[in-house]
């Protein structure tokens, strides 16, 4: 029998066998006490039977046995999960024993008791194999039949209980078959129920996971903006403290989120079905003070109707702006790259025309002009070549300057080849101000910042100003301001002042100041615009260029310090 019921046992990490063989002996436990405490055991007590095949038993007897045995073997399954295998033999051993005595002693088939038989083949069923399962139907068969065999025999007028027996026999085989084919219906349900839930709550840990890595903020809420999940990126993107617990926290009333509840509010009362998504920019801070962090939202509402919550998802605009830029920058600066490489060839064109001229000119007039040419030309290519490198993002080839000398030659230069009235241009830089900057850089930056400025200056003397100095709130990094007279740049075009291609001049390519801030970038420099206080009170707005930081703090104490400068 142990042999037939060997795919009964189960792996060290199958725990539904041995849930299902409790359940069976405790099942057992109950059936036998109910029928041993209910009319059953008032009927054996009022009068107890005897029986010519089993004459020493009583059926109250065999009740009580049966009740303790099965007490016993419910224990042994409930406490001690090993030897599953021989457990379950005991109890079908047992059961066929018992009901078959309690049916012998009760009086047979004809009794109404043998249908305690389902017993043991239900858990034959459930938890043997098929062969199992009718080894034992079997038995029972053979034990109702050799009972009404032995009573045709002793007792006379019992032949009928004889065809009763076959006819119970075939009754448990065709239940037999009947139960194992729902029990093998039920396993494999069981199956496939763990196994998808195994790959559920696989998805669930893999959806935690990545929800809870994700830079974008996600919060689950209800109706009265109770969190009821999130993940770790909402607590900076809300200004919230990483100590500051997050489930359970109403975001209504925190004063700081104001904005993002003024949006959700205005999202829900536009909603009208389940599964509707919105895309809101909060152009309000959203957190506290001046800290708070600009946000793009996105608010969906799951579409089941049972779904109560809704989804919150956050991004940093300030990150996006960034990714935005960055390969605005990239696109840029292949595009740049291109257009200074195809200058190169025209360029050697008027460099070669220009030597031919200058081998020819004898007049002084002409020699002037072709070394002008020569000059620019070398300018030019100088230029071209500092673009490609900077585009290539390669190091500058840094020099220390004394700013106040370089800008002279520089300004001098310039106002020569523009042809402008070097009064109009007042330079005034504090002496012996060193800073770090490739040369020809510096020349362009200086190049574009100025020539920017002739656009909207007058023509007055002092019209434009050049102002170095090293402050004392910042001994580290020297400054150079550039201011005119004109009417400066309006607050709304502030912030794309330095994009490319963006500018408010008709004439314009809108590239000058942006490749003015890419050479500062390569030289580790700052260039803003940004507004300063005048010594009369007046604030200025000009081009702020903010040098490396040269590591000469203490020689900028030996120097002095320009902390106020009388502008105009």
Not at 5 to 29: F, I
Not at 35 to 60: E, K
Not at 82 to 102: E, S, T
């Amino acid at each position: 029998m142990a042999a037939l019921l060997a795919s009964a046992a189960p792996s060290s990490s199958a725990e539904s066998p041995w849930r299902t063989l409790e359940l069976l002996s405790l099942a057992r436990v109950l059936l036998i006490g109910a029928l041993l405490l209910g009319g059953l055991a008032a009927g054996m007590a009022a009068a107890p039977p005897r029986t010519a095949l089993l004459p020493a038993l009583s059926l109250p007897s065999l009740a009580l046995a049966y009740f303790a045995l099965a007490a016993a073997l419910a224990g042994t399954a409930l406490y001690w999960h090993r030897h599953f295998r021989g457990q379950l033999v005991a109890q079908l051993a047992v059961d066929l024993l018992m009901i078959g005595a309690i049916v012998t002693v009760a009086g047979g088939v004809n009794s109404g008791l043998a249908v305690g038989y389902l017993l043991p083949l239900a858990a034959a069923a459930l938890l043997a194999s098929t062969t199992g399962a009718l080894f034992v139907c079997a038995l029972a068969t053979i034990a109702v039949l050799v009972d009404a065999v032995l009573r045709m025999w002793q007792i006379s007028g019992a032949e009928s209980q004889f065809f009763q027996a076959g006819l119970y026999g075939a009754a448990l085989f065709g239940l037999t078959a009947l139960l194992r084919l729902l029990a093998v219906r039920i396993q494999a349900n069981e199956r496939l129920a763990q196994s998808r839930g195994q790959e559920l709550e696989s998805q669930l840990e893999i959806n935690r996971l990545v929800i809870a890595q994700m830079a974008q903020g996600v919060l689950v809420v209800d109706d009265d903006t109770t969190i009821r999940a999130a993940n770790r990126a909402v607590r900076p993107l809300l200004g919230l403290a990483e100590e500051e617990p997050l489930l359970g926290l109403r975001l209504r009333e925190a004063p700081a989120l104001a904005p993002l509840i003024r949006a959700f509010d205005h999202w829900r009362s536009a909603v009208t079905s389940p599964g509707s998504w919105s895309d809101t920019v909060l152009a309000p801070r959203v957190g506290a003070g001046s800290n708070g962090v600009p946000l793009r939202v996105h608010f969906a509402r799951p579409p089941a109707d049972s779904m109560r919550g809704h989804v919150i998802f956050l991004e940093d605009l300030r990150a996006i702006e960034q990714r935005a830029q960055e390969l605005k920058l990239a696109s840029m600066g292949r595009l740049t790259a291109s257009i200074t490489h195809e200058i190169r060839n025209p360029l050697a064109a008027i460099s070669h025309a220009n030597q031919l001229l200058a081998e020819q000119a004898r007049e002084p007039t002409v020699q002037r002009l072709t070394a002008i040419v020569r000059e620019n030309i070398a300018r030019l290519d100088r230029l071209v070549d500092d673009v490609l490198r900077v585009a290539r993002r390669e190091a500058p080839l840094a020099e220390t300057i004394d700013l106040d000398e370089f800008l002279q030659h520089w300004l001098a230069e310039f106002t020569r080849d523009r042809q402008v009235p070097l009064q109009r241009i007042r330079l005034r830089v504090q002496a012996a101000l060193a800073v770090r900057f490739e040369p020809s850089h510096l020349r362009q930056v200086l190049f574009n910042l100025l020539d920017n400025a002739l656009r909207y200056a007058s023509a007055r003397d002092g019209a434009i100003e050049l102002v170095g100095e090293r402050r004392r709130d910042d001994p580290a990094h020297a400054r150079l301001w550039l201011f005119d007279d004109g009417p400066g740049v309006a607050v709304e075009t502030r912030g794309g002042l330095f994009e490319p291609f963006f500018t408010t001049d008709p004439q314009g390519t809108g590239l000058g100041l942006y490749i003015a801030r890419e050479f500062c970038l390569a030289n580790r420099a700052e260039l803003t615009y940004a507004e300063r206080r005048a010594s009369d009170g007046r604030t200025c707005a000009g081009f702020l260029l903010r040098f490396a930081a040269d590591g000469t703090d203490a020689a900028a104490e030996e120097l002095g310090f320009l902390d106020t400068i009388p502008f105009r």
